[in-house]
């Protein structure tokens, strides 16, 4: 079994800062990407943030100089720090693996269940 646990959401004002973590655990052999999908309600799913295991990052454009990525590859995690938040970054994030369990096996995308994460104006 493999889990990956979100924490760190919850309700802030609009400028304020969150960081969320996402540790996975469970019969976990390699990880590779790492990323920080958000569901908004009424709204599709969208990519706020990924990371290779080499740690090359990629934004979407509404969060670039706001939001950071970075993981710890020897906890298995892997953290959004989110700085001078805005009302439209009112979503549920979701936190996505691409791992493999074991040696000969291929990889395979896991999920978080989500933490949500509420700006107010």
């Known amino acids: 079994q493999v889990q990956l646990v979100e924490s760190g959401g919850g309700l802030v004002q609009a400028g304020g800062s969150l960081r969320l973590s996402c540790a996975a655990s469970g019969s976990i052999f390699s990880i590779n990407d790492l990323a920080w999908p958000r569901q908004a309600p009424g709204k599709q799913r969208e990519l706020v943030a990924a990371i290779t295991r080499g740690g090359t990052t990629n934004y979407a454009d509404s969060v670039k100089d706001r939001f950071t990525i970075s993981r710890d590859n020897a906890k298995n995690t892997v953290y959004l720090q989110m700085n001078s938040l805005k009302p439209d970054d009112t979503a549920v994030y979701y936190c996505?693996?691409?791992?493999?369990?074991?040696?000969?096996?291929?990889?395979?995308?896991?999920w978080g269940q989500g933490t949500q994460v509420t700006v107010s104006s």
């Open positions: 996505n693996a691409d791992l493999r369990r074991a040696v000969w096996s291929g990889y395979s995308s896991y």
